[in-house]
C-alpha cells in the first residue's frame, strides 16, 4: 500500500513531543490527536482514515507538518508456500529495505523487521551481509514497517503480535535508532506493544547487548552464536575476532542476571563446518550454567556462497538431540518464506549497489 502522503521530512508521528508542538501551534484539540494516534498505531487504520480524526479546518496543515510515514512500499511479495510476505520498502534515500509478515499455524502473525540499509558484520553465510552497509535507518523508519504492516493485515482481521530484528541489519551498530523505535513500539501513547514480544536479535556486541537489558529489560534477546569453537566461529563470523565467544558467554551470563527470560542462541546448521558432534559438545559446555535457549536454523543457500551448504535432517536433528538430552531447550527452526527470499534478496542487493554508487 502507497502512503497517500509524499515522503518529506515532517515532524515523525511517533514523536510524541514533536507532534505535540505542532499541535499547540496549530491549536488542535489533543484529544483529537490521541484519537488519531489511537486509529494509526493499534487499530491499523489507513492514513486518510487516521487523519479524520483531526478537525477538517485544521486536517491538512497538520498532514503538512506531520509524516505518517518515512518509508513507501515498493513491493509486496507473498510466498505460495505458507502464507509469509516480504514487503520491499524504499527509504527517502532511495534504497531497498525488507520485512517479513509470518503467518504460522499457531496464528501468532510476526513481523521480521530491518535496521539498517545492508551490514556491516559480513557473516559469510547471510546475503545481506555481503552487501556491505549503505546507510542506517532511522527510528521512524523502523517504526513505519510495523504501521504499514498492521495496516495491511487489518484487511485480514489480523494484527502483527511478534516483532523480531531479524531482517537487514545488525541492530546493535544502529542503537540509537533502535533504542527509539523500541520506545515508540511499547509506549502506552503509540502501539503500547509488550516488550515481551519483542526479540532484538545481534551478532554480538557486548556492551551494546548491556545497555539494551538495562534500557528494555522485559525486550528478548538473541545471540546469533552459530559457533562455540572461537576459530570456527571466526571464520563464519568475522566481528568474532573482536567479540570472543568466551566474552559472549560472560555477556550472557551478565544478562541472565538482570533478565528474567532466557537468551535465544541462534545457530545456522552449516554441513562440515559447526555440526558434527564435537561442534555439539562444544555448545554443550557452552551453556553450562547459563539460561538460554537454542534455536537450530537450517542454512538457506545463498548464491553468493557456493562454498557452504546446509547440514541434513538427520544431523541437525542428532546435533538436537545431544543438546535436549542435557536438558538445554531446544528447537529446529524451519524458515518461512523459502521460496520468496532468493529472488528478493538479489533484488535488493543490485538496487542497492545501484544507488550507492550514484
Known sequence: MKSVLSVVEKSPIHDAAAVDRVRADLKINPDEVRRLRTRFFKHGRDDLAALEAISADRREAFAQRVGLHSLSLDQRIDSSLDGATKLLFRTAGGFLIESVVLRPATGRTALCVSSQVGCAAACDFCATGRMGIARDLTAADIVDQ??????????????????????????????????????????????????????????????????????????????????????????????????????????????????????????????????????????????????VHVNLIPYNPVADAPHLAGSDRPTIEAFANVLKAAGVPTTVRYSLGADIEAACGQLVRKENRRIAMR
Open 146 to 291: 510495523l504501521v504499514q504492516a498492521n495496516q495491511l493485515l487489518r484487511s485480514e482481521d489480523r494484527r502483527v503480535r511478534n516483532v523480531v530484528f531479524m531482517g537487514m541489519g545488525e541492530p546493535l551498530h544502529n542503537e540509537a535508532a533502535l533504542h527509539g523505535a523500541l520506545t515508540a513500539l511499547t509506549e502506552a501513547a503509540t502501539f503500547h506493544h509488550p516488550p515481551s514480544r519483542i526479540l532484538v536479535s545481534s551478532v554480538g556486541v557486548p556492551a551494546a547487548m548491556q545497555r539494551l537489558a538495562e534500557a528494555f529489560p522485559t525486550v528478548h534477546q538473541a545471540l546469533s552464536l552459530h559457533s562455540a569453537v572461537q576459530g570456527t566461529r571466526e571464520e563464519i563470523v568475522p566481528l568474532s575476532r573482536k567479540h570472543t565467544v568466551a566474552e559472549l558467554r560472560l555477556t550472557v551470563a551478565q544478562l541472565n542476571r538482570r533478565q528474567r527470560c532466557p537468551v535465544m542462541l541462534e545457530y545456522v546448521m552449516l554441513a562440515g563446518v559447526n555440526d558434527g558432534q564435537e561442534d555439539a559438545a562444544a555448545l554443550l559446555a557452552w551453556c553450562a550454567g547459563l539460561r
